[in-house]
């Protein structure tokens, strides 16, 4: 197997290292000893990642902190403190640093812990989904829910290093496997041609979750994100664009009471998206069908389930957190791999409600 390392340059700060390889787990005890020094660490995961066995030769390196139960239902400050807390009883200082093992949810709580602690500490991510490898564990995004919204607390707080085990995605169910790729289509949309066919070429041997093949999908998702991570770190313009059919897919995933994965919701935001560059003329039938017959692939139902009204999703859309005068903006494509940017630069557009209407009603189930 081989081991890749992609830099990503940072406005604000150095760059840092994201390692990819298949069995890298039991090598980063003494990879982080190496990168960070003596230093007293934490580590954070969750109840399934601990069971998975996915942080048995971490865990001699430093204190456990285990989330349980696993998920959005523990993504609130009252874990934060927790973790914090625990970091204090143990005597542990500005030299101190915590590792992330786990997927999205690990990530964004221990990272937002990093960025508090005595002022911030570094933080190391050790992804372990298909969704964390590919997305949430690049770029520095971390927070919290409230008990009003989504990531309603957080910072930006850039990793000291990412390392990719791909040979963890072995113990993922497989809905929340197919679910999480959708964030690599997602990338390969929305900026490489070259990986679009990859995964179209490919796709059945990453299902069956081959270690190589899993390998070149997380270097091409951490090359497409570190790049657009660092022309744009805390999101102000370029960075929208990685929220290509999140836009309509957030309103779906929270309209479903979370019952949709965030990535199933992705699925059929994105097919909305490209009904919606259809209406706008910048988009084609045959396009929409190719990119179809990929998310076919992850056997993701690509319609919105019967019990959600379009209202609803129209209340959830003017609610959204990105919304300007009660109406989000769009990341939209020209083609793959062409990302439509208007006259002012702005990679993030105001669709009408009625054109988005139109997207909404074709995708009623
Ligand atoms: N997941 C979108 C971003 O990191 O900006």
Same mark, same amino acid.
């Given at each position: 197997m081989k081991s890749l390392t992609v830099q990503i340059p940072l406005i604000e700060s150095s760059s840092y290292d994201i390692k990819i390889k298949a069995g890298l787990l039991k090598d980063l005890p003494k990879i982080i000893e190496d990168k960070l020094g003596v230093c007293s660490k934490m580590i954070v995961t969750d109840s399934n990642v601990k069971n998975s066995g996915h942080i048995d030769s971490l865990s001699l390196c430093g204190e456990v902190f285990v989330i349980?139960?696993?998920? #959005?239902?523990? %993504?609130?400050m009252h874990t934060v403190v927790e973790i914090l807390e625990q970091m204090e009883q143990k005597t542990m200082g500005r030299d101190s640093a915590i590792i992330a093992v786990g997927g999205g949810t690990v990530g964004d709580m221990a990272g937002f812990a990093a960025s508090i602690f005595k002022r911030g500490v570094p933080i190391i991510h050790v992804p372990t989904t298909t969704v964390s490898q590919a997305?949430?564990?690049?770029?520095?995004k971390t927070g919290v829910d409230s008990s009003i919204s989504k990531n309603a607390y957080g910072a930006f707080w850039h990793p000291a290093a990412v390392f990719i085990d791909? #040979?963890?995605? %072995?113990?993922?169910?497989q809905r929340q496997f197919n679910a999480g790729l959708v964030e690599s289509i997602k990338h390969a949309l929305i900026s490489d041609l070259t990986y679009f066919e990859y995964l179209e070429d490919n796709i059945d041997t990453i299902l069956n979750r081959d270690n190589a093949t899993l390998e070149e999908v997380a270097l091409f998702n951490s090359k497409v994100k570190s790049s657009i991570v660092s022309i744009d770190p805390k999101e102000k313009?370029?960075?929208?664009?990685?929220n290509y059919g999140h836009t309509i897919g957030h309103a779906i995933e929270s309209a479903s009471n979370f019952e949709l994965l965030h990535g199933e919701a992705v699925a059929i935001g994105i097919m909305g998206a490209s009904i919606i560059e259809i209406e706008l003329g910048i988009g084609n039938i045959q396009r929409l069908e190719r990119v179809k017959k990929l998310l076919n692939k992850l056997s993701i139902p690509l319609k919105i389930p019967a019990n959600i009204t379009k209202e609803q999703i129209y209340s959830l859309l003017s609610r959204d957190?990105?919304?300007v005068n009660g109406w989000p903006k769009f990341a939209l494509i020209?083609?793959?791999?062409?990302v439509h940017i208007d006259a002012d630069n702005q990679w993030a557009h105001r669709v009408d409600p009625s054109v988005a209407g139109i997207a909404i009603d074709q995708l009623m189930g």
């Amino acid at each position: 197997m081989k081991s890749l390392t992609v830099q990503i340059p940072l406005i604000e700060s150095s760059s840092y290292d994201i390692k990819i390889k298949a069995g890298l787990l039991k090598d980063l005890p003494k990879i982080i000893e190496d990168k960070l020094g003596v230093c007293s660490k934490m580590i954070v995961t969750d109840s399934n990642v601990k069971n998975s066995g996915h942080i048995d030769s971490l865990s001699l390196c430093g204190e456990v902190f285990v989330i349980d139960p696993p998920g #959005e239902c523990n %993504k609130y400050m009252h874990t934060v403190v927790e973790i914090l807390e625990q970091m204090e009883q143990k005597t542990m200082g500005r030299d101190s640093a915590i590792i992330a093992v786990g997927g999205g949810t690990v990530g964004d709580m221990a990272g937002f812990a990093a960025s508090i602690f005595k002022r911030g500490v570094p933080i190391i991510h050790v992804p372990t989904t298909t969704v964390s490898q590919a997305d949430s564990s690049i770029g520095g995004k971390t927070g919290v829910d409230s008990s009003i919204s989504k990531n309603a607390y957080g910072a930006f707080w850039h990793p000291a290093a990412v390392f990719i085990d791909v #040979e963890t995605l %072995k113990t993922l169910d497989q809905r929340q496997f197919n679910a999480g790729l959708v964030e690599s289509i997602k990338h390969a949309l929305i900026s490489d041609l070259t990986y679009f066919e990859y995964l179209e070429d490919n796709i059945d041997t990453i299902l069956n979750r081959d270690n190589a093949t899993l390998e070149e999908v997380a270097l091409f998702n951490s090359k497409v994100k570190s790049s657009i991570v660092s022309i744009d770190p805390k999101e102000k313009n370029q960075r929208r664009i990685l929220n290509y059919g999140h836009t309509i897919g957030h309103a779906i995933e929270s309209a479903s009471n979370f019952e949709l994965l965030h990535g199933e919701a992705v699925a059929i935001g994105i097919m909305g998206a490209s009904i919606i560059e259809i209406e706008l003329g910048i988009g084609n039938i045959q396009r929409l069908e190719r990119v179809k017959k990929l998310l076919n692939k992850l056997s993701i139902p690509l319609k919105i389930p019967a019990n959600i009204t379009k209202e609803q999703i129209y209340s959830l859309l003017s609610r959204d957190k990105k919304s300007v005068n009660g109406w989000p903006k769009f990341a939209l494509i020209e083609d793959i791999a062409k990302v439509h940017i208007d006259a002012d630069n702005q990679w993030a557009h105001r669709v009408d409600p009625s054109v988005a209407g139109i997207a909404i009603d074709q995708l009623m189930g």
